[in-house]
């Protein structure tokens, strides 16, 4: 898998899921999370590693907004923030 972004580098602001929450949101199983996370443009597009500076361990986290975007989701149908009240 090549390196996924920071999230310093991530160009819109969405919720970024967890792969739990992004397999729920989507109804896939985890080899469906397993075989996009091969995928290059995927990756590219829609995988951002939260683990801090120096960490051996990746801590993967999918932005909703680009995800929609790679599979051709509708906005409406893509996980928003929450507003603050």
Request: proline fraction near 8%; aromatic fraction near 8%.
């Amino acid at each position: 898998m090549k390196q996924p972004l920071t999230p310093t580098q991530l160009r819109t602001a969405t919720p970024l899921l967890t792969r739990n929450q992004l397999k729920e949101w989507l109804g896939v199983s985890d080899m469906w999370v397993r075989y996009r996370l091969d995928e290059p443009g995927f990756v590219d597009a829609c995988v951002i590693d939260i683990a801090t500076a120096g960490s051996t361990l990746r801590k993967l986290r999918f932005p909703a907004s680009a995800v929609a975007t790679y599979l051709g989701i509708p906005a409406d149908a893509t996980p928003q923030l929450a507003s603050a009240a």
